[in-house]
């Protein structure tokens, strides 16, 4: 497993965060659709989706993700949201950490 540089959050006003990342800050925007916008900081890409806010999410992948999910279920992981047509699988680990878990 390996992380990307993606960290995603959540929030009912995306022109809002567009006006302030890019418009106040001056990152670069690399995703403007209707439901998300990106914005590449320097060191990671920060995406806001539309939405209720659920404070940021980390962004894994592995090789075998339905293998992953299962060794990272047995040692204490939760599932938070999960939808495959997205395709997301957000858990979170013992310590608090939430995080997707994606296919490489």
């Excluded at 439901?35 to 806010?53: C, H, K, M, N, P």
């Excluded at 293998?67 to 949201?81: N, R, Y």
């Excluded at 047509?85 to 296919?103: E, I, K, M, S, T």
């Amino acid at each position: 497993m390996t992380s990307t540089r993606d960290v995603i959050l959540r929030t009912n006003d995306l022109a809002g965060a567009k006006a302030h990342y890019h418009g106040k800050l001056g990152f670069a925007t690399v995703a403007d659709a209707e439901r998300l916008v990106g914005f590449d900081t320097g060191s990671f890409i920060l995406y806001f989706e539309l939405g209720e806010a659920n404070g940021p999410v980390f962004d894994f992948e592995a090789e075998n993700m339905d293998e992953m999910k299962q060794l990272l279920l047995a040692q204490g992981c939760s599932v938070v949201e999960e939808n495959a047509a997205v395709p997301r699988c957000y858990l979170r680990d013992p310590f608090g950490l939430v995080f997707n878990l994606a296919q490489r």
